[in-house]
Nanobody, 120 residues
Framework: QVQPVESGGGSVQAGGSLRLSCTDP????????MAWYRQAAGKEREWVSS???????RYADSVKGRFTISKDNGQDTVYLQMNSLKPEDTAMYSC??????????????WGQGTQVTVSS
């Protein structure tokens, strides 16, 4: 059973920082991307950032320049460093990982999520 586990959420004031972690044993050996998503109350889930097995990264425009995604292959963990947080960053943050099927990263798994609350 693949079950990524997130941690690091909490409550901060605007301008503050948090670092989220997502641990998925098997992530490195899967050679698939891992991504962070978030869902604010009453809104649809949105993609935040992704990191590939070769370390290349992508960000949503709303977080570019403020968030940094990184990984520790030895720990099978992906991090999301969030700086200059804004109230609009308030959401449940979840990581999505994947496993290969017939050579493609097509089997996706979600963590339970970690809540981030930013007050003004």
């Amino acid at each position: 059973q693949v079950q990524p586990v997130e941690s690091g959420g909490g409550s901060v004031q605007a301008g503050g920082s948090l670092r989220l972690s997502c641990t998925d044993p098997g992530f490195s050996s899967s050679r698939c991307d891992m991504a962070w998503y978030r869902q604010a109350a009453g809104k649809e889930r949105e993609w935040v950032s992704s990191i590939s097995i070769d370390g290349s990264t992508r960000y949503a425009d709303s977080v570019k320049g403020r968030f940094t995604i990184s990984k520790d292959n030895g720990q099978d963990t992906v991090y999301l460093q969030m700086n200059s947080l804004k109230p609009e960053d308030t959401a449940m943050y979840s990581c999505k990982t994947a496993r290969r099927r017939y050579g493609l990263c097509s089997m996706y798994y979600w963590g339970q999520g970690t809540q981030v609350t930013v007050s003004s």
